[in-house]
């Protein structure tokens, strides 16, 4: 089990956007649409914000976005807001009933 | 709504076994569909996935861990408990029991997070 790839750290402006990648392998982010994102800010626990490669639980902003292409799904954030500060942690299936978290991202709102 | 607390000591000698317990309230262990789960961030780290437990027994283990762990669940008493032997100090971390809609990471109600430390 190999954790996902994901930048360490993403920035952006009030308003702008910003987006982060999570690059895993045929046999976990390509091969199922099992991928979610969380959002943690410091000494809170994880919070989930995206689930199944797009969808949104309810409650979370529309602003918060997901997609997928290949190996590789993506956590597009729009309309930066102060209060999305926060690292953001992507998973995902590897199938035989295990996930995987990737090394997660440090999103700063300049 | 469903709430999860971990409980269990935050101090481990190396070489002894990690245990902790987490007890499920507004809602039944034992309402099926949902996988117990625990998680774990070493200090200013990322998550990594420990391992799952559904009310009847069945348990997934993430295989780095596997041979260390042992998870079980007591539905009369609501709860679900992580043992992790033979602890050194890589295993300090906030471990983190939650719930799982799918058992594929679809994971929306969280614990608080317990922070335990294996030092002598």
């Known amino acids: 089990q190999s954790a996902l790839t994901q930048p360490p750290s993403a920035s952006g402006s009030p308003g702008q956007s910003v987006t982060i990648s999570c690059t895993g392998t045929?046999?976990?982010?390509?091969?199922?649409?099992?991928v979610s994102w969380y959002q943690q800010h410091p000494g809170k626990a994880p919070k989930l914000m995206i689930y199944?490669?797009?969808r949104r639980p309810s409650g979370v902003p529309d602003r918060f976005s997901g997609s997928k292409s290949g190996n590789t799904a993506s956590l597009t954030v729009s309309g930066l807001q102060a209060e999305d500060e926060a690292d953001y942690y992507c998973?995902?299936?590897?199938?035989?009933?295990?996930?995987?978290f990737g090394g997660g991202t440090k999103v700063t709102v300049l | 709504q469903v709430q999860l607390q971990e409980s269990g000591p935050g101090l481990v000698k190396p070489s002894q076994t990690l245990s902790l317990t987490c007890t499920v309230s507004?809602?039944?262990?034992?309402?099926?569909?949902?996988?117990w789960t625990w998680i774990r961030q070493h200090p200013g780290k990322g998550l990594e996935w420990i391992g799952n437990?559904?009310?009847?027994?069945?348990?997934y283990y993430n295989p780095s861990l596997k041979g260390r762990i042992t998870m079980s669940v007591d539905t009369s008493k609501n709860q679900f408990s992580l043992k992790l032997n033979s602890v050194t100090a890589a295993d300090t971390a906030v471990y983190y029991c939650?719930?799982?809609?799918?058992?594929?990471?679809?994971?929306?109600?969280w614990g608080q997070g317990t922070l335990v430390t294996a030092s002598s």
């Open positions: 939650a719930r799982d809609n799918t058992i594929r990471g679809l994971i929306m109600v």
């Open positions: 507004g809602g039944s262990i034992n309402n099926g569909g949902y996988y």
């Open positions: 437990i559904f009310y009847t027994g069945s348990t």
């Open positions: 045929s046999s976990d982010v390509g091969g199922y649409n099992d």
């Open positions: 199944e490669v797009t």
């Open positions: 998973s995902s299936y590897e199938g035989s009933n295990t996930v995987v």
